[in-house]
């Protein structure tokens, strides 16, 4: 099963607008993850949290991480509409190195 | 351009084919992944190749072999492949133990007929 749970599952905005995706995940964590993907293509690293971090800036992208409700936040600030594609986050668990994605949630940007 | 270099980009393949996937990277990373995706479905593992040990998800069917020739390399060998085995063979790279997150190629987009 799937570590990592996500909301929305499609999220629809206008440019110019702050886009944000929610994860949950069940077990213990060494860091989560996410990446992006346009479709039909491979996965793009955005940005990684690790567990003893809270929050995370990366440019236009801000990650939050709560370990004790073990769910992440992912937010795009003044989207484009090259934003839109599927976001994912992901997990390594305490227990491997294997990572395990969550069901995503598919961006829409409208211009 | 990604520096996971998977080949070839598309595939058509029958039932009773055997073909290749072919996955290189040179960033030095000792770990190396497949994953399967279906259309709208998130990356599933399949393998994982550790510092040349190998790790397998107990679920992925033996039509599917992976081989690691070297640290750079990471092929998956196909045979008597279904219909439902259609979907995007993602190939990644990491190092482990770096917080850095997962390099990914392209994909191979399988289609078996």
């Known amino acids: 099963s799937q570590q990592g749970e996500e909301d929305p599952q499609a999220l629809s905005i206008q440019e110019g607008e702050n886009a944000t995706m929610n994860c949950s995940y069940k077990?213990?964590?060494?860091?989560l993850q996410w990446y992006r993907q346009n479709s039909g293509r491979g996965l793009v690293h955005l940005i990684l949290i690790r567990s003893n971090e809270r929050e995370k800036h990366s440019g236009r992208l801000r990650v939050t991480l709560d370990t004790s409700k073990k769910s992440s936040s992912l937010l795009i600030t003044a989207s484009r509409a090259a934003d839109t594609a599927s976001y994912f986050c992901a997990t390594d668990d305490t227990g491997g190195f294997k990572t395990i994605f969550g069901a995503g949630t598919r961006l829409f940007v409208k211009a | 351009d990604t520096e996971v270099t998977q080949t070839p980009k598309h595939l058509v393949m029958g039932m009773t084919n055997k073909k290749s996937l072919k996955c290189e990277q040179h960033?030095?990373?000792?770990?190396m992944y497949w994953y399967k995706q279906k259309a709208k479905k998130p990356p599933e593992l399949m393998f994982v190749y550790s510092y040349e040990k190998l790790s397998i998800n107990e679920s992925v069917p033996s039509r599917f072999s992976p081989e690691c020739p070297n640290s750079s390399l990471l092929n998956l060998h196909l045979h008597a492949l279904q219909p439902e085995d259609s979907a995007l063979y993602l190939c990644?790279?990491?190092?482990?133990?770096?917080?850095?997150?997962?390099?990914f190629g392209s994909g191979t987009r399988l289609t078996v007929v």
């Open positions: 990644a790279s990491s190092q482990p133990g770096q917080h850095y997150g997962y390099t």
């Open positions: 960033m030095g990373h000792r770990a």
């Open positions: 077990t213990s964590i060494n860091n």
